[in-house]
Structure formats: structure tokens, C-alpha cells
């Protein structure tokens, strides 16, 4: 049997993440009531504004964490790694939740008629299909222009 592996945590990088989580959730459940403006009382859209605003921290600190393992010193990462292990991790839920989103959209729109296997592919090339995936196209352009640093990549 092998012995366990050991993980070198960095205690504030889990930290970080915590609060970007909370954050991400905050922003999530105010969004919609900020978009309520003068549908609702006053003092409940500006409590939700004001949620909504203090969240937005959580994508650039996402994005930081994301540049802070990625580029550790310590690590040399090799083209294989990046391609067969980090990539797949992006690419793969990103197609299969992009499937399902494109699914659910014909299906209750009851639009299965006009659905076109050449056209949602374009749109997936072009885009997110649903605005909340950009984030997976921001991180594998990240990870495509990560080999360029030449200190880093074997």
C-alpha cells in the first residue's frame, strides 16, 4: 500500500476561496431583486443592490486564485499535463453542461423542430450558450497561453 500523499496547502489561498464562494453565491441570489427596480419597496432593492455590490469582488479573485496556483514557481508543468489533465477538466463540463442547457432550452420552448446541429455549434464556437460559462472560456484561453511562458512549460 502506498503511503498517503501529502498536500502542501496554502492556508489563505483556501481562505480566499471560501469567501469567493460566499461571494458568488451573494451575487447569485441578489442579482434578480436589483433587476426589480421599482417593482419592489425601496429599502429591499437597495439592501439587494448594496449585496450585489459588495460581492462583485468574487470573479477577479477567482481569476487571481486561478493565476496564483497555476503559476506557481515551484511547479514545473509539462505540455502533457496541461492538454490531458487541466484542459479536459474545462472542456469536458463545459461541452456536457452546454449540451444540457441547449437541450433544456429546445425542450421547453417545446422548439425541437428547428433545432440545427450546425447552428448551436457556432453558437458554442462564438461563445458561452449560457452567459454564466464565459468564465470556462476566459480559463481555457489561460490555459492555451500558458505553454508561451517559457520558465514554466517542459
Not at 17 to 23: G, L, P, S
Not at 37 to 65: H, Q
Request: proline fraction near 6%; charged fraction near 15%; include cysteine.
Amino acid at each position: 500500500m502506498n503511503p498517503p500523499k501529502t498536500v502542501n496547502r496554502v492556508f489563505y489561498f483556501d481562505l480566499l476561496r471560501v469567501m469567493a464562494i460566499t461571494a458568488v453565491v451573494v451575487l447569485h441570489n441578489s442579482v434578480d431583486l436589483v433587476e426589480q427596480y421599482g417593482k419592489m419597496p425601496i429599502m429591499d432593492w437597495r439592501f439587494a443592490a448594496f449585496y450585489n455590490g459588495i460581492s462583485r469582488f468574487c470573479v477577479p479573485l477567482f481569476v487571481l486564485l486561478s493565476g496564483g496556483l497555476l503559476l506557481n514557481p515551484d511547479k514545473v508543468v509539462t505540455i502533457r499535463e496541461l492538454f490531458n489533465k487541466r484542459l479536459v477538466k474545462l472542456v469536458i463540463p463545459l461541452v456536457f453542461w452546454s449540451v444540457i442547457y441547449v437541450g433544456f432550452d429546445y425542450y421547453t420552448q417545446g422548439n425541437f423542430a428547428n433545432f440545427s446541429f450546425k447552428d448551436n455549434l457556432i453558437t458554442f464556437y462564438k461563445g458561452p450558450v449560457i452567459f454564466h460559462f464565459w468564465f470556462f472560456y476566459m480559463m481555457i484561453g489561460i490555459y492555451l497561453m500558458y505553454p508561451l511562458n517559457p520558465r514554466k512549460v517542459v
